[in-house]
């Protein structure tokens, strides 16, 4: 019976070796901008930041910036035709020690573009820098990170450099849920950031939309935003098009001085992981293997983490016999222990672990909502009729955009 338990429980402990093996953070981020020497002055930085009803968010997240320990930077808030006073709130914000900060006022998001995208590349026309910061409204900066980041780049001769952060869990629902999303992240991109993705592997490069920072000169070679400007997941997009280019993407790590509160509450972590999960996961595998696998992972997702527990509740109501309870609990027990370290990691209390099932649920929900709803996505009051089969999905501009305006007349990407 021993030797019958063992096999049952193959594939959990096979998917432990893995995660003990093979899942690491990114490396760190130099210390400060003096461990690297840069001939002449530090280069100018000009940070963008889209915002879209984020009068919640934006000042916290430009006094962080204004704030940035940085010889010589501008910030530039994009608000995104918001309803709810965050262009006032972000103009309230002092100027701090940047050499200028201003807020555009968005213009009205031509067709074929995503709202974001659009205000980025808004942005990008107003900025004066040598180096183009892409960073979302709901992120916090420590006051070295903009001078680490800038190292960093330089360090690795990456044409571009994007940070992950530590996540900010407010509620029950964002530290039930959220770890185990970026879980299913982990498992996809182990060993993210240990070494930049070669072109041969471009459906392996990843980037995290919260922090860009890009050479000026490769982001407008490459076609900056007008490239991915009708991608629901449109980080993951970035980061694959330049790579395909033959362009150095480097992902790195600052848990110390970066950190983001995605969603607040079930709400919008429904809603905000619902637009782009299934879209970016089918992105990053053949275009002929996409209309099989969400069926196979969802069902994947039933059997890993639902199926042990299910059989649990059923033996100790008394039926199945001494063998399943034993294997059920003995499955169960190592996953909540396994849930409960991977929540502590992410800063979730400890007491989260044991609930991990209803978190399950939760997520599986979230993936099936998002895979039926593939065709339409919802996001900040806007619908976009998006829909990743229908999409080439790998066929980008083979060569730069123009550097101006896109006529609001421009299709999406096909």
């Known amino acids: 019976m021993l030797w019958s338990l063992l096999f049952w429980t193959l594939p959990w402990l096979v998917l432990g070796a893995y995660v003990a093996v093979f899942v690491r953070d990114p490396p760190p981020l130099p210390g400060t901008l003096s461990d690297l020497k840069i001939d002449g002055t530090p280069p100018f930085v000009s940070v963008i930041v889209p915002a879209r009803n984020e009068a919640h968010n934006i000042a916290t997240c430009v006094r962080s910036l204004v704030a940035s320990d940085y010889p010589d930077f ?34 009205p998001v031509p067709p074929g573009w995503f709202g974001k995208q659009w205000a980025c590349w808004q942005g990008m026309q107003e900025a004066r820098g040598d180096l183009l910061l892409f960073t979302d409204a709901d992120t916090i900066h420590g006051e070295l990170l903009m001078a680490r980041a800038v190292a960093g780049l330089h360090r690795d001769r990456a044409d571009c450099l994007t940070i992950i952060g530590r996540q900010i869990m407010g509620s029950f629902w964002e530290r039930l849920v959220q770890p185990q999303i970026f879980a299913l992240l982990a498992f996809r991109y182990p060993l993210m950031g240990r070494e930049p993705v070669d072109q041969r592997r471009w459906r392996s490069a990843i980037a995290n939309g919260q922090y860009l920072l890009f050479q000026r000169a490769s982001y407008q070679e490459t076609g900056g935003h007008v490239a991915v400007r009708y991608e629901a997941a449109e980080d993951l997009r970035f980061a694959q098009h330049l790579v395909r280019l033959g362009r150095r993407v480097v992902v790195r790590s600052a848990h110390d001085d970066f950190a983001t509160r995605m969603y607040r509450g079930l709400g919008e972590i429904v809603t905000g992981w619902s637009k782009n999960m299934v879209q970016a996961g089918l992105q990053t595998i053949p275009r002929g293997l996409r209309s099989s696998v969400p069926a196979l992972m969802f069902l994947a997702g ?9 059989v649990l509740v059923i033996a100790l109501l008394g039926f199945g016999g001494r063998a399943w309870f034993l ?15 991977w929540g502590v990691r992410f800063g979730a209390p400890a007491w989260v672990g044991p609930l991990y099932p209803l978190g399950s649920l939760l997520g599986l929900w979230i993936f099936a909502r998002s895979w039926l709803s593939r065709s339409r996505v919802d996001w900040k009051g806007r619908t976009y009729a998006w829909d990743v089969y229908s999409d080439a999905g790998e066929d980008f501009p083979p060569s730069a955009q123009p550097s101006g305006p896109v006529s609001a007349g421009a299709d999406p990407l096909t």
Not at 302 to 310: E, N, R, S
Not at 327 to 341: D, I, Q
């Open 302 to 310: 039933i059997v890993l983490w639902l199926l042990p527990p299910l």
């Open 327 to 341: 294997w059920s609990a003995g499955v169960t027990s190592f996953l909540m222990l396994s849930w409960t370290a």
């Open 74 to 107: 501008e910030v530039i808030v994009v608000d995104d035709r918001s309803d709810d006073g965050t262009g006032a709130v972000a103009r309230a914000v002092q100027i701090g020690r940047a050499a200028r900060k201003i807020v555009v006022d968005g213009a």
